[in-house]
């Protein structure tokens, strides 16, 4: 999976939100209970008519909904299908986890989205969440004034930002943890760190 994802279910959908036959998390993510690897179209999945095992649908099938259904503030653009993108809430962190369509990659850095997803950043960092485009496996940080690549992430793997202040607006200090379970519970090793300097106010 490119990304770990929530179970949205009982989130309400926002009225008016269907998903229509396009649906782009049939193709983006895997699906366990039927063994479909992420970035394929789920067999299931037919042109125009969508899923076709509405009567048993595997229960991660039937427990998501993303961004674009539960939140009220993204607008139509966002709709997967026009945006090219799959948006959730990572389990665990409450990160925005912006899953591309592999056959556009370059989906995340058109405008109005790339724009957005900065203000996402923005708005989202000072809370603790992240935003985090993923092209398969392949992890992009977007911080409020720049795009930091992070190469493969796993869904095991936690990013952490820290801002450290300075005369010119300090600085940002990426790391990537490995998660490594211990007799007491886990324990953090840092992978790699990277620092950037901040452009602009976060
Ligand atoms: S990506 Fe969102 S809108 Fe599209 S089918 Fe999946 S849940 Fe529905
Ligand atoms: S089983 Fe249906 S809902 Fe689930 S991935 Fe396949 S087509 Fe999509």
């Known amino acids: 999976m490119t990304a770990a994802v929530s179970s949205l279910s009982e989130v309400p959908v926002v009225p008016g939100r269907e998903c229509g036959s396009w649906t782009l998390c049939c193709k983006v993510y895997n699906v366990v209970e039927l063994g479909k690897s992420a970035g394929k179209w789920c067999s299931y999945c037919k042109p125009g008519r969508g899923c076709t095992i509405h009567d048993k649908l595997p229960n991660e099938c039937a427990a998501f909904n993303c961004l674009w259904k539960t939140m009220p503030t993204m607008s ?28 556009l990659p370059s989906a995340w850095t058109r405008q109005p989205y790339h724009g957005q997803l900065r203000s996402l950043s923005k708005n989202n960092m000072p809370k603790g ?74």
């Open 129 to 202: 969440h992240l935003v985090v485009v993923f092209v398969n496996e392949l992890a992009t940080l977007i911080l409020p004034d720049e795009d930091v690549q992070l190469g493969v992430l796993t869904p095991e793997q936690i990013v952490s930002v820290t801002q450290e202040a300075g005369p010119d607006g300090g600085v940002y200090e990426v790391k990537i943890f490995n998660r490594r379970a211990t007799a007491d519970g886990q324990t953090l090793e840092v992978v790699s760190s990277s620092r950037h300097p901040v452009r602009s106010a976060a």
């Open 76 to 103: 139509m653009q966002w709709k997967p299908d026009q945006s090219k993108m799959v948006l959730t809430l990572h389990p665990e962190t409450n990160n925005i986890q912006v899953v591309v369509d592999p056959g």
